[in-house]
């Protein structure tokens, strides 16, 4: 399926189709790839970094392998109850997870449970791989949500910018929210790193990210119009605020704790 995606007053134009390619009779979509790529690319940066502390690669890798599977299953368990209006009717639509319907914080929130129970049952100062989780993470989730702009979705509602995104026929000059979330991301690397030269305690870059991205995330989530809500709060609003108390309330605990604030 094609779609037409366009910036009018850019002069841009794109013809873009979900399915990459085919085999065997099944699609593999472009949002599967993009979201493997950024996967790779997290995990090598976190294998780099993983020898310049205390954790073994083995160690790191079955969290990896761990997380991944659960994180897939956290990511449609949250956005199925947070919508559940959608499949309540059709419980057999919940596996139908190529019909898309996931949500980054059912990932993430997965995810890190898994690590949190693997650093304990093996006895790993957790703040370690939260620390590497800290840079990879966002550079997965700036690649996965040009996903969303291949699919058309995760855009905002109506907006006169220079940059407004119109989809034929019907959506025209919208804010394109992919884009703004992936440059978010962006900076979100930028900061993390500009941040590491002053960690004080294991776990404090994984804090910044929550910060970071709490904030960036409360403020783009106002502008879309495909939000979960739970009454009349969006979801993704709730959650990153917080994200941003939990990160600030850790880095404040520790820092005077380790009297360095």
Not at 14 to 25: P, Q
Not at 44 to 66: G, P, R, W
Not at 100 to 107: D, E, F, L, P, S
Not at 121 to 137: E, S, V
Request: hydrophobic share 50%.
């Amino acid at each position: 399926m094609e779609n037409i995606v366009s910036f009018p007053k850019l002069g841009l134009t794109f013809e873009l189709n979900r399915v990459a390619f085919t085999i065997l009779g099944v699609d593999i979509m472009w949002y599967g790839i993009l979201i493997g790529i950024g996967i790779i690319l997290a995990l090598s940066y976190a294998l780099y970094e993983v020898k310049k502390t205390n954790l073994s690669q083995d160690d790191l890798l079955n969290m990896v392998l761990i997380a991944l599977p659960v994180s897939v299953i956290g990511a449609r368990a949250y956005y199925v109850i947070f919508n559940w209006d959608k499949y309540s009717g059709n419980l057999m639509e919940i596996f139908a997870i190529r019909n898309g319907g996931i949500a980054i914080y059912g990932a993430i929130i997965s995810a890190a449970i898994v690590v949190l129970l693997y650093c304990k049952i093996k006895k790993i100062n957790i703040g370690i791989p939260f620390d590497i989780l800290a840079i990879g993470l966002p550079l997965a989730q700036a690649i996965g949500r040009w996903g969303n702009f291949i699919n058309c979705e995760a855009y905002g509602g109506e907006t006169t910018l220079p940059w407004g995104m119109s989809i034929a026929p019907y959506i025209t000059s919208v804010h394109p929210t992919f884009l703004y979330e992936s440059l978010w991301n962006v900076l979100s690397v930028v900061f993390v790193l500009l941040a590491k030269k002053h960690k004080k305690f294991e776990g404090e870059l994984f804090c910044v990210y929550l910060i970071w991205y709490g904030l960036g995330r409360f403020w783009i989530e106002g502008l879309r119009a495909d939000s979960l809500y739970l009454g009349v709060f969006r979801v993704s609003q709730i959650v990153a605020s917080l994200t941003v108390v939990l990160g600030a309330f850790i880095i404040i605990y520790q820092r005077r704790k380790n009297k360095t604030v």
